[in-house]
């Protein structure tokens, strides 16, 4: 693929709004990003309607565009529809959890704790709860909650190493993986609302 296709610069655009890099407020213009990605104003467009379609940008009356972001009502509605599916697949997954799947969640959670690149970081933290949730056995409810947590990746960016979001966070995956081992599936599911009710925002 053409690294300067409207479908690459899409996905990189989006991906800096959804990390933070590109705050809600920030202001794209075109004549810089086609300097920027070194293509036509064309692809840029086009990347620009993908975005304002997504609803991650708005094009202002001085048609200007403007990054608008996830907004706190998008964001709350995306953590009840998480919570809904991820409590599902945790319920049916805790009676099947095996002593290597509690392992490798538990190794993938030191290495979190110790991340700096927020790339990363979110691969990590997927493949953690990917850990805890593939017991179920439910390929849809999975591909439908992997679909879900890559929606809002602004986390990523907020909890550096060391710092007390990154703790409490880390805390909440321990109690997760301790109630998780002993098949406490009631203290499990209360430990990953909490959890997912870290993450909303006024």
């Known amino acids: 693929m053409d690294p300067n296709s409207a479908a690459v610069i899409t996905s990189r655009l989006r991906e800096e709004i ?14 810089a990003l086609a300097e920027r990605f070194g293509v036509s104003r064309q692809p840029i467009r086009l990347a620009i309607e993908v975005l304002r379609t997504s609803g991650l940008v ?45 392992l490798e969640a538990r190794q993938l959670q030191e ?30 409810l999975l591909k439908l909650i992997e679909e879900l947590r890559r929606e809002d990746r602004r986390p990523y960016g907020e909890q550096p190493v060391r710092s007390s979001a990154r703790a409490k966070w880390s805390k909440q995956h321990r109690d997760l993986l301790r109630n998780c081992a002993i098949g406490d599936a009631a203290s499990a599911v209360a430990v990953l609302e909490e959890h997912l009710a870290a993450l909303k925002r006024d």
């Open 18 to 31: 959804r990390l933070g890099r590109l705050p809600p407020g920030s202001i794209l213009r075109q004549d």
């Open 58 to 102: 708005t094009v202002r009356r001085d048609r200007s565009v403007e990054v608008v972001g996830i907004s706190a009502q998008a964001l709350r509605d995306l953590l009840g529809v998480r919570v809904l599916v991820e409590r599902e697949a945790l319920v049916l997954a805790i009676p099947h959890l095996t002593e290597r799947d509690i």
């Open 111 to 140: 290495r979190i704790e110790i991340e700096t690149d927020p790339r990363l970081l979110e691969e990590l933290d997927c493949a953690f709860h990917s850990a805890l949730y593939k017991p179920c056995n439910n390929a849809r």
